[in-house]
T-cell receptor, first 115, second 110 residues
Framework: KAGVTQTPRYLIKTRGQQVTLSCSPISGHRSVSWYQQTPGQGLQFLFEYFSETQRNKGNFPGRFSGRQFSNSRSEMNVSTLELGDSALYLC??????????????FGPGTRLTVT | GQNIDQPTEMTATEGAIVQINCTYQTSGFNGLFWYQQHAGEAPTFLSYNVLDGLEEKGRFSSFLSRSKGYSYLLLKELQMKDSASYLCAVRVINDYKLSFGAGTTVTVRA
């Protein structure tokens, strides 16, 4: 089956603009998580959605928001972009496979550059 | 939060074996992941351990000791393509996220 897809793959924006990133999880996976990866901070958790509900949120300002649709596809939005928002944004699709077993796969990521 | 520690860098020779250690401190532990990440690419799933013991998948094996808060990833018969960052990540009950270590950069030399 198809893996996690993310669009767009690359994006260049200017400070103050806003951006929307999209993620389609693996078929059958209902949980979608978003992470930000930068050289200095590593992989940082943004938020997680399950059945259109946000179940957890990381320590990011309110400029970062997300949502999930009924088909499990998810979007994240960053408003009023800052230079420090330049990063690789990764979407992860996860599911409980069987008792005690859990799988989580990442999409290819969206590389955002803010100038 | 979870304290997850792994070495920053390791270097090994092609054909050799390398063991990457990961220690963690957390309550409500609910599984440990290992991912491989090549430069400029997304992390690729390698293994998931939730019970103590060793799990082997081809050249890669992962070990977990929950009582010691310790895991290792063993890479055997190293190949040049194994040069990458290896990320240890911990899952906690009812937390719905993974907490990642800073990653271990493995360099394989000819």
């Amino acid at each position: 089956k198809a893996g996690v897809t993310q669009t767009p793959r690359y994006l260049i924006k200017t400070r103050g603009q806003q951006v929307t990133l999209s993620c389609s999880p693996i078929s059958g996976h209902r949980s979608v998580s978003w992470y930000q990866q930068t050289p200095g901070q590593g992989l940082q958790f943004l938020f997680e959605y399950f059945s259109e509900t946000q179940r957890n949120k990381g320590n990011f300002p309110g400029r970062f928001s997300g949502r999930q649709f009924s088909n499990s596809r998810s979007e994240m939005n960053v408003s009023t972009l800052e230079l420090g928002d330049s990063a690789l944004y990764l979407c992860a699709s996860s599911s409980v496979v069987e008792q005690g077993q859990y799988e989580q796969y990442f999409g290819p990521g969206t590389r955002l550059t803010v100038t | 939060g979870q304290n997850i520690d792994q070495p920053t860098e390791m270097t090994a020779t092609e054909g050799a074996i390398v063991q990457i250690n990961c220690t963690y401190q957390t309550s409500g532990f609910n599984g440990l992941f290992w991912y491989q990440q090549h430069a400029g690419e997304a992390p690729t799933f390698l293994s998931y351990n939730v019970l103590d013991g060793l799990e082997e998948k081809g050249r890669f094996s992962s070990f977990l000791s929950r009582s010691k808060g310790y895991s290792y990833l063993l890479l055997k018969e190293l190949q040049m393509k194994d040069s990458a960052s290896y990320l240890c990540a911990v899952r906690v009950i009812n937390d719905y996220k993974l907490s990642f270590g800073a990653g271990t950069t493995v360099t394989v030399r000819a």
